[in-house]
C-alpha cells in the first residue's frame, strides 16, 4: 500500500497530512502510524497527523498526537485540512467536521505574502467535565488551581479541546515542563488530561503564548492554545474583544478575534504552509517514506 503525504505547518506547527478521501487507510492501525511518522529521527518528523475525511457528504479532519492518541481539535492543523478540502470545495466558505463539532472555515487575507491563509471559528465553552478542578461551577476564571500550582491564577476554556491558561510576567519553559507533567499525575482534577498555557502580554492587543500540549508535549505552537489564551486574556480584561489579538509563539504569529454577540466565540486566523511532499509506503506491518519534492508555498 502506497499513498503520498504533504508535510505541512501552521504557524510553525508541523504536521504530516493525508488525503484520507483518495486514500483509502482501511488496514492501517493510525495510532502506530502517527507514532512512526512523527519520529523525527527515523522518519518524516512531526507534531502529529493530519487526515482530510469525509462521512455523509461533509468534510473534515482527524488529529493524532505524537503518542498515537487522537484529538478532538486542532486549530493549526484544521487550517492545512483547510487547504486541501478547499481544492474539493472550491468555496472561500465551508464547515470541516472534528472530534464531533463543526467548525466554520473562511478563506482569509493573507497573514504572510503568497502564503494562503484561514480563519476558523470557535465557539468557546467556559465548563467541560474535563474541568474536574472547577467543582462543578459554570465557570472557572482567575483561580487557583491548588494542587497544580496554586501561585497562579487559571482561566479554564474550552474551544473544542481543554485548556487551562494562565498570565506570567516571563515564561519559563522548564516550569511549564514541570506542570505539563505534573498533570498526568492528577486525575481527580484533570479526568482526561489538559493542554497548559502561560501567557506573556507584550503590549495592547498583543501576547506571547507558550504551551504543553496533551500528548506532544511542548511544540513551537498550538493553534487552539494561542485561541484559548487570547480567549481568557479577554475575560480577564487584558485584551478587548472585538479587535484583532496579535499572538505570537515560537513557531509564528496568528491573528485572533474574540466575540461575545451570538456566544462567546473566537476567530483563529493563521496560515496554512506546505513545507514538502512525498509517498508513505506500508508493506508487511511496516512503514517506510520517501520525500518527492520541496515545498515552499
Not at 496554586?150 to 515564561?171: D, Y
Not at 481527580?188 to 498555557?197: C, H, L, Q, T
Not at 511544540?219 to 472585538?242: F, K, V
Request: charged residues 25%; negative net charge.
Amino acid at each position: 500500500m502506497k499513498f503520498d503525504y504533504i508535510k505541512c505547518h501552521g504557524s510553525g506547527n508541523e504536521f504530516v497530512m493525508v488525503d484520507a478521501v483518495k486514500n483509502n487507510l482501511d488496514g492501517i492501525n493510525l495510532a502506530d502510524f502517527a507514532r512512526f511518522v512523527c519520529n523525527r529521527e527515523d522518519a518524516v518528523g512531526s507534531d502529529g497527523v493530519l487526515l482530510l475525511v469525509r462521512k455523509d457528504g461533509m468534510f473534515g479532519m482527524r488529529m493524532f498526537n505524537p503518542d498515537g492518541s487522537e484529538a478532538e481539535m486542532c486549530g493549526n492543523g484544521i487550517r492545512c485540512v483547510a487547504r486541501m478540502a478547499e481544492e474539493y470545495i472550491n468555496s472561500r466558505k465551508f464547515d470541516l467536521f472534528s472530534g464531533g463539532n463543526i467548525y466554520h472555515i473562511s478563506r482569509e487575507e493573507d497573514i504572510m505574502p503568497s502564503i494562503p491563509t484561514y480563519g476558523v471559528d470557535l465557539a468557546v465553552k467556559l465548563n467541560s467535565a474535563d474541568f474536574g478542578f472547577a467543582n462543578g461551577e459554570s465557570h472557572f476564571i482567575s483561580q487557583p488551581i491548588e494542587r497544580l500550582d496554586s501561585r497562579l491564577r487559571w482561566s479554564a476554556i474550552n474551544v473544542g479541546n481543554p485548556h487551562i491558561v494562565a498570565e506570567v510576567e516571563e515564561i519559563d519553559y522548564d516550569h511549564l515542563t514541570q506542570l505539563g507533567r505534573r498533570v498526568l499525575e492528577l486525575t481527580d482534577e484533570f479526568p482526561k488530561g489538559i493542554n497548559v498555557s502561560l501567557v506573556k502580554v507584550l503590549g495592547e492587543n498583543e501576547i506571547f503564548v507558550a504551551t504543553y500540549e496533551r500528548g506532544a508535549g511542548i511544540t513551537a505552537s498550538c493553534g487552539t492554545a494561542m485561541t484559548s489564551s487570547a480567549t481568557a486574556m479577554a475575560l480577564n480584561g487584558r485584551c478587548d474583544y472585538e479587535t484583532t489579538i496579535t499572538v505570537r509563539n515560537r513557531g509564528g504569529v496568528v491573528r485572533c478575534i474574540c466575540h461575545k454577540d451570538g456566544g462567546l466565540h473566537t476567530i483563529l486566523i493563521g496560515n496554512a504552509s506546505y513545507i514538502s511532499k512525498g509517498v508513505i509506503s506500508f508493506e508487511e506491518g511496516e512503514f517506510s517514506f520517501t520525500c518527492t519534492e520541496r515545498c515552499n508555498e
